[in-house]
């Protein structure tokens, strides 16, 4: 076997793979030639037998025969594939019904959450954050909690260390955006709380607050009402009331709890509301001076107020749900009603 004779059946192989009908006669050529004992094998054991210089030449035209021939295979093999899965397409039904797949859905707690958020942003708040672990200074001490306060006690929160616990409320992001930003202050603070309560129909050991904050010069308890009030009516629908009761907060004063009327039976009385037709929401007032006196910010120049808002008992009445477990059990039943 010469070079020549190589050249001429690489010639023909190409020929062959160039012509064949189709994916099956272009896998016969493949088979034929590179095969185990196809062409080229035996072409290869020809070598051994040829003197070293023409073996050289030999050998490079063979291994030419082999590259050609597979890159040109390949190329082949693509090209009947490709136009099989365009077959494919061409066949397609759009009369058949389409597969159906499910989509989550953003969970209630959420939906809450970027509601009041987008309501709050048109009021002129900006979204603040503070982490779940928590000193006790910013969660009591800098919010005027005296050193007895039962809310300290390891029975009603959550110690991790002496000085960390974990949240008991979303007040101490108050603190942190106070000793980080001189007034005006306009921030909320949607984020998860931590309480050692026995869970039940309405209570969790891990709920959601939105916290408030405005400082401001001249900030009075009728730019509190009138916020309130416009937020209610923005989450709940215009004809929702707001009523304040006097109450007290270490680190407001005055300070006051608010209600919503109920938004399940229109404020005449139901099971929701326990027949009062008002659901409380949670507390508010005007910032206490010795808060910002524990951030340096002069009470005498600025003032403020303060609200915490409980993301659950929100969606509790937004949405008409009766157990706050429900919220945490994540049984997708109950949640795709709410998506
Ligand atoms: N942190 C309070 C709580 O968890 C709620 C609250 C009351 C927040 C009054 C405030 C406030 O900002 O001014 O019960």
Not at 199 to 220: C, M, P, W
Not at 308 to 331: C, K, P, S, T
Request: proline share 5%; net charge neutral; glycine share 8%.
């Amino acid at each position: 076997m010469n070079v020549n004779e190589i050249v001429g059946l690489k010639q023909q192989a190409l020929d062959e793979a160039r012509t064949a009908a189709d994916a099956a006669a272009l896998e016969a050529v493949r088979i034929k030639w590179l095969g185990r004992s196809g062409q080229l094998p035996a072409i290869m054991k020809g070598l051994g037998a040829l003197a070293p210089d023409v073996r050289r030449e030999a050998g490079r035209a063979a291994n030419e025969l082999k590259n050609e021939l597979t890159a040109l295979l390949d190329e082949r093999k693509t090209a009947f594939e490709s136009a099989g899965a365009r077959a494919a397409t061409a066949s397609f039904d759009a009369t058949l019904p389409g597969r159906w797949r499910a989509s989550g859905s953003l969970h209630p707690i959420t939906q809450v959450i970027e509601r009041a958020t987008a309501i709050f942003r048109t009021m002129g708040f900006t979204v603040a954050s503070g982490p779940d672990i928590e000193t006790v200074f910013n969660n009591f001490t800098a919010l005027n909690t005296p050193a007895s306060h039962p809310s300290r006690s390891p029975s009603d929160t959550f110690y991790l260390q002496d000085d960390l616990i974990l949240r008991t409320q979303t007040s101490p992001v108050q603190i942190r955006v106070m000793l980080n930003q001189q007034p005006p202050i306009r921030i909320i603070a949607p984020g998860r709380c931590y309480r050692r309560d026995t869970t039940d129909a309405t209570h969790s050991a891990n709920f959601h607050q939105i916290e408030g904050l405005y400082v401001d010069r001249k900030v009075s308890l009728a730019d509190l009402k009138g916020d309130v009030s416009h937020f209610a009516k923005q989450m709940m629908g215009p004809d929702v009331k707001v009523r304040f009761r006097p109450h007290f907060f270490p680190f407001t004063e005055p300070s006051v709890e608010y209600d919503f009327s109920c938004h399940v039976c229109g404020g005449q009385g139901c099971r929701v509301c326990k027949q009062s037709g008002w659901i409380e929401i949670s507390g508010a007032g005007l910032v206490n001076p010795r808060v910002f006196e524990q951030v340096g910010i002069d009470p005498n120049e600025w003032q403020g107020y303060a609200f915490g808002m409980g993301v659950e008992r929100i969606a509790m009445i937004l949405f008409g749900i009766g157990d706050i477990r429900h919220l945490y059990e994540n049984d997708v039943r109950f949640l795709a009603q709410l998506a």
